[in-house]
């Protein structure tokens, strides 16, 4: 059987050309399945350039503004777009946005499989819980949907199964647990001798996401202008809803020469390669696929820990030998934690070295590998 080839669909809101957690795990699972099964993509995302052989469909994108904030006009609008699209069925059927809660069930194929990025409605509650109730009820009643139409559930860490059990009243939840990890492309990140400020004394804060809420942006702002007399910088690389607001706020508090927002990238490895230290404030994370990559360069993550906080790769994270977490809701305890990382450079190095090599561990666990021997197909 794992040798025949299959008809693979993966239906996302972004696809090749996107950036984040979904459009990584797509590209890896197009490069690995593609030599050996028709693979087709379908996303809102116009076709991106790749070598790979695969076919790219473009879905009519929604056109309600207000779909934001009321899921199931998203939910209703992937029903009435994706049947006429599929016009022949899936031999398997991968499925990565919970927003397709109201068409999963019907669409055709022999096989579904849904990959869950993040227990969204748990995300509802950060920021104001009470007006976020009526997002918070709607994500939890399409990913239900999305669970029971499954063949097969994968989720990112062993966090976000049991808030998945939790925040959605499913205590026997079971999923396929694939932390995504993926070997790096880029030859410079087992090196570290490409940082562009090596030598100088300076420290490079990253921190690499999308500029909304949940990632408490504002708390990076704050550190800096805390370290604001120190020899270091900040990058701050993404977009999103809050870009704006927040270059406002650096300019408000006078940070224009210390943080810089280059916007969304889609190749963040040129920053990962000149940066020390990678701040991640983000009050939830299924996993983190921005601070794994920044360990596979040797750079120091910065994880945030604390009440009501969930970063799934914090499992990984060693506090003081491969990685730091701090508690971004206390300032004055993040500059402590952190200042020993600016005045030792021996302790830096020690803590890089260790970063990388946590990172090599974790390469072990093959994702594509593990779900194609789920899916009993060929991937190699």
């Not at 207000?66 to 059927?93: G, K």
Request: glycine share 8%; aromatic share 6%.
């Amino acid at each position: 059987m794992a040798s025949e080839r299959r008809q693979i669909t993966l239906i996302n809101n972004q696809g090749l050309s996107g950036n984040g957690g979904g459009p990584t795990i797509i590209r890896n699972i197009v490069a690995r399945l593609s030599p050996w099964h028709d693979v087709t993509v379908m996303s809102f995302d116009p076709p991106a350039k790749t070598t790979h052989d695969v076919t790219q469909l473009t879905l009519p994108p929604p056109k309600d503004l207000y779909w934001r904030l009321r899921p199931l006009l998203l939910a209703r609008h992937y029903r009435t777009v994706l049947r006429p699209a599929m016009t022949a069925a899936a031999d398997i059927l991968i499925a990565m946005d919970s927003h397709l809660g109201l068409a999963f069930g019907a669409l055709p194929a022999e096989r579904r499989v849904y990959i869950s990025l993040s227990c969204i409605p748990r995300q509802e509650f950060f920021g104001a819980p009470a007006s976020n109730l009526p997002g918070f009820l709607q994500y939890a009643f399409l990913e239900r949907r999305m669970i029971r139409h499954a063949d097969l559930t994968a989720v990112a860490s062993e966090n976000q199964r049991r808030e998945i059990a939790r925040y959605e009243l499913l205590p026997g939840f079971a999923p396929l647990i694939l932390k995504p990890v993926f070997t790096p492309t880029d030859p410079a990140a087992d090196s570290r001798d490409t940082r562009k400020n090596a030598g100088s004394g300076e420290i490079v804060f990253l921190t690499v996401c999308r500029l909304a809420g949940v990632k408490r942006i504002d708390r990076v702002l704050a550190l800096a202008e805390r370290l604001r007399n120190e020899n270091c910088r900040f990058i701050i690389v993404g977009g999103g809803p809050l870009e704006a607001a927040l270059q406002k706020e650096a300019e408000n508090r006078a940070l224009g020469g210390m943080v810089t927002f280059t916007g969304p990238s889609d190749h963040p490895e040129k920053y990962y390669r000149m940066a020390d230290i990678l701040l991640h404030p983000s009050a939830y994370e299924s996993f983190g696929i921005a601070v794994f990559e920044a360990m596979c360069h040797g750079v120091i993550p910065a994880c945030s820990r604390g009440d009501g906080t969930t970063i799934g790769i914090a499992d990984d994270i060693a506090h003081g030998e491969n990685g730091m977490l701090v508690d971004f809701d206390d300032m004055d305890s993040v500059v402590a934690t952190l200042t020993p990382l600016l005045k030792d450079s021996a302790l830096r190095r020690r803590m890089q070295q260790n970063a990388r090599q946590q990172a090599r561990s974790m390469l072990r666990e093959d994702y594509v590998g593990t779900l194609a021997h789920a899916l009993c197909v060929r991937a190699d």
